[in-house]
């Protein structure tokens, strides 16, 4: 609503970059009266953002950082230690574990093991769920990096976002209120203001050279292979990371998406590197995913080259942001990490006003729209959906806002889940 309050907001007009905050920031500070795209003030929300999650935690203390540290310090990260989707979702639909802070039992983990502090576990049960891509709505084929392993994916929900699954009991997909004809102006369900969800991206660093591996992100994860059904300790890399928020004036979420920067070509001025995803070669990335998911090819699996196209470049504003943010932690590991796209929903004139939740993502009423050209996908986690804009996050998170707040996790994998194959039931529900 626009109030005389919303004057002198005390937004800078230019963002003061600083990376001494573990605060996640409660909403993007865009100056009162400022009517041109405000993708440096998102792009400023989105590492202050990227900072918070990937702090030090608070030894003992799910999801919160421990500010006495700097973001250079070991340790978990807040982000990993936020509720897994397999602490809400129980394969037999029965109600997650009690409170935020404890870990749920191992019997509700594909690997029966009971997680330390900070423990990653990276198992489903199907051995598919947490390595498909996601589709619309749908699992979709697998991303192979250089070294023949495949990617495994993780969602994470903060406190916010678990306690309102969890009072709600929507969990349970009977408990999913549907979505009444006509359509209600909002989605029926809400999750509230603050909630934080997470998708991480991470692969067995295995085989590839010391060199690459120090600039990525490493720590040890429980991970299941998908044919053996084993369980074992490897080193993980983060390659690819979503953080969306849930803000007072952004009710349809801020949805950044960040990447490590040697993940496909081109390399960075003066940087030796090998890419994660790509062989160096002239071979083009295929048009479609050549892997399937089901059956799920054995590992080593014989790896593709994946690409950024030419026409869905990182913004060159975006990249400005990057460097800058960059620059200031080049003593971390975060300093090869950078966001690829910040997406919003977006009305005309003033953007530091509110956009009524009614408002929903469709690519007209989205950052960066629908002649984008620039990158609206994750090559981590989007590989293939990497050539329209109308296949950005939000377009395709849109399909589940009337049902489910945007959130396509809960439609997922409300007890009985249906991820794959096909989700025409699914589709009814998410049609808005
Ligand atoms: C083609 C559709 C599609 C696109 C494009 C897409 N997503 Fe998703 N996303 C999904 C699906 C489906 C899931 C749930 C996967 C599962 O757990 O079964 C998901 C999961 C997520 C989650 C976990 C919470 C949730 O909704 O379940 C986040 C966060 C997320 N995506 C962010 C993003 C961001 C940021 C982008 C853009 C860079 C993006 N997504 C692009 C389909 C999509």
Redesign the pocket.
Known sequence: MVTAAAANNGCPDRPMRSISSSAMPADVCIPDGFTDVPVNYFDDFAWRAFLAMVWPAAPGHRGVADAGKTVAAGGPRVFETMKS?WEVFHEDGSAPGPGFEAYDAAANNACKVQPQFGDLVLASFSGI?DI?????????GPLAAQNAKYVR?Q???NRAAFDFIVRNRYYLRSNLPNVPSPRPATPVIGFPIGSI???AAWLDMAGFPAGQVKRYYTRDAIVRDPDTGACSRVTVGLVGL???EKTPTRPQ?I???YEQIDNVPPARFGDPVKFTFHDGGKDPMPAENPLPLAPLARQPVTPFNVERPFFAKVHPRTELTNYQYQELLKDTVWQYYGI??T?WPRMEGNQALPVPASQNGDITNTFPGAGAFS????VS??TF?QGRPQ???????N??RMA?D????????AYP?K??PGAAALRNKAAQ
Do not use: P, R
């Not at 498909?132 to 979709?140: H, M, N, R, T």
């Not at 990158?375 to 994750?378: G, R, T």
């Not at 945007?406 to 994998?413: E, I, R, Y």
């Open positions: 989707l769920d498909g891509q996601a589709g619309a709505g749908e699992l979709a994916y969602t994470l929900y969800v997470l998708k979503h953080i969306v979420w949805w950044s998406s690829v796209v997406q990158a609206f996908a994750n986690m989007e959906d296949l950005g996050c939000m377009s395709c998170h399909q589940a489910a945007f959130m396509w996790s809960v439609l997922d994998h889940a991820y794959f």
